[in-house]
T-cell receptor, first 113, second 112 residues
Framework: DGGITQSPKYLFRKEGQNVTLSCEQNLNHDAMYWYRQDPGQGLRLIYYSQIVNDFQKGDIAEGYSVSREKKESFPLTVTSAQKNPTAFYLCASSIQKGAYGYTFGSGTRLTVV | DAKTTQPTSMDCAEGRAANLPCNHSTISGNEYVYWYRQIHSQGPQYIIHGLKNNETNEMASLIITEDRKSSTLILPHATLRDTAVYYC?????????????FGQGTILTVHP
């Protein structure tokens, strides 16, 4: 079945360590996105990518980095510069143009101790 | 993207229709109305979208007012599994790159 896979579902890291969250899609979607969600809040856009080897900052990009070397993959690195990294991270993909919306992964819950 | 306003929370009895309102008074002519929902600790799920006309699919119906300044998502026979946060989003996804902005949404609680 086509979809988006995020791994792992739960991740624990010590403060000061970088950590990379995986996101893979087999939907042949051009665009991919990373969102962050804090308890009781909506989703905030971190980074997005429309095509391979190109990506743009979202609303809260500081302390995060991404790469888009393959159409299917859009990993997110949470760096030690991110002040409050503990959150629920969601990856999504969409057809680049067209009102068909997003497909989301099941999320990764990152806890930094 | 146009801003949307939704009630913070709503209740609905199981088996009854759930009507979730959304105001988007600054919507532009080329912007669509999307609805998503998020069940606890999962990724949001697409429900329905529309531009001008009312829309219906297997999950829900979307009623958009003639001036397009507001809309209502209708779940015709709510079940306990419909308990979720519902997001109303406005975006010009039909003709341009679709970068969606999610607000805080409406927490819908369906009770027995």
């Amino acid at each position: 079945d086509g979809g988006i896979t995020q791994s792992p579902k739960y991740l624990f890291r010590k403060e000061g360590q970088n950590v990379t969250l995986s996101c893979e899609q087999n939907l042949n979607h051009d665009a991919m996105y990373w969102y962050r969600q804090d308890p009781g809040q909506g989703l905030r856009l971190i980074y997005y990518s429309q095509i391979v080897n190109d990506f743009q900052k979202g609303d809260i990009a500081e302390g995060y980095s991404v790469s888009r070397e393959k159409k299917e993959s859009f990993p997110l690195t949470v760096t030690s510069a991110q002040k409050n990294p503990t959150a629920f991270y969601l990856c999504a993909s969409s057809i680049q143009k067209g009102a068909y919306g997003y497909t989301f992964g099941s999320g990764t819950r990152l806890t930094v101790v | 993207d146009a801003k949307t306003t939704q009630p913070t929370s709503m209740d609905c009895a199981e088996g009854r229709a759930a009507n979730l309102p959304c105001n988007h008074s600054t919507i532009s002519g080329n912007e669509y109305v999307y609805w998503y929902r998020q069940i606890h600790s999962q990724g949001p799920q697409y429900i329905i979208h529309g531009l001008k006309n009312n829309e219906t699919n297997e999950m829900a119906s979307l009623i958009i007012t003639e001036d397009r300044k507001s809309s209502t998502l209708i779940l015709p026979h709510a079940t306990l599994r419909d308990t979720a946060v519902y997001y109303c989003i406005v975006n010009a996804g039909g003709t341009s790159y679709g970068k969606l902005t999610f607000g805080q949404g409406t927490i819908l609680t369906v009770h027995p």
